[in-house]
């Protein structure tokens, strides 16, 4: 399940439906489906789409995507840290940015215009919908894995545009979840 944090505010929430409730209030939808344990950790991203085909159509219909796919992210995959440095800086995207996390723990940092930094870890079961021009960045937790179904609006994939305002700096980059491995420990 995931874990908010707001530094700010000194504000650390675990219940599911208290986590829906104050990211709606920041704009950024949060789920939670149950249902993760009844697929198989070894299914493929084929099996994972039909598995989830009813949700995924849900969500089409409710945000007009078009495509849907399973990203893969491992230790292993050549060229991580260079593809992880395109997301760690603050950003924002002409769609929506949509993850039903799979497998694995990820961190986004959501940066409301005119309120405070809010950090979401995500895990398995865990869907957020950061909607289209909101400031934000991800980072991966120190698994440093992660497969989530994504949802796109164009068929071509969403461009980061950076903000250069130096936010994200003031932020570790740290999963804050108990089971969770540190940043720095592989």
């Given at each position: 399940?995931?874990?908010?944090?707001?530094?700010?505010?000194e504000l650390r929430l675990t219940d599911s439906g208290q986590?829906?409730?104050?990211?709606?209030?920041?704009?950024?939808?949060?789920?939670?489906?149950?249902?993760?344990?009844?697929?198989?950790?070894?299914?493929?991203?084929?099996?994972?789409?039909?598995?989830?085909?009813?949700?995924?159509?849900?969500?089409?219909?409710?945000?007009?995507?078009?495509?849907?796919?399973?990203?893969?992210?491992?230790?292993?995959?050549?060229?991580?840290?260079?593809?992880?440095?395109?997301?760690?800086?603050?950003?924002?995207h002409d769609e929506d940015e949509v993850r039903f996390i799979?497998?694995?723990?990820?961190?986004?940092?959501?940066?409301?215009?005119?309120?405070?930094?809010?950090?979401?870890?995500m895990e398995a079961g865990d869907l957020i919908r950061v909607?289209?021009?909101?400031?934000?960045?991800?980072?991966?937790?120190?698994?440093?894995?992660?497969?989530?179904?994504?949802?796109?609006?164009?068929?071509?994939?969403?461009?980061?545009?950076?903000?250069?305002?130096?936010?994200?700096?003031?932020?570790?980059?740290?999963?804050?979840?108990?089971?969770?491995?540190?940043?720095?420990?592989?």
């Open positions: 399940m995931a874990i908010v944090d707001v530094p700010k505010k986590i829906s409730a104050y990211l709606s209030g920041v704009g950024i939808d949060y789920e939670r489906w149950d249902n993760i344990a009844e697929l198989g950790p070894d299914a493929s991203d084929a099996e994972i789409l039909a598995f989830y085909s009813d949700e995924i159509g849900v969500l089409k219909a409710k945000g007009g995507y078009v495509t849907a796919d399973v990203i893969n992210i491992t230790p292993e995959l050549p060229g991580l840290d260079a593809m992880l440095d395109k997301f760690n800086k603050e950003h924002w799979v497998r694995g723990h990820g961190l986004f940092h959501i940066a409301p215009e005119g309120g405070d930094v809010v950090a979401i870890e909607p289209r021009g909101t400031r934000h960045w991800f980072n991966l937790c120190g698994d440093r894995t992660i497969r989530a179904i994504r949802l796109f609006q164009d068929v071509s994939g969403w461009t980061p545009h950076y903000t250069n305002s130096g936010v994200d700096a003031g932020f570790e980059p740290m999963c804050f979840g108990v089971n969770h491995i540190p940043l720095g420990v592989r």
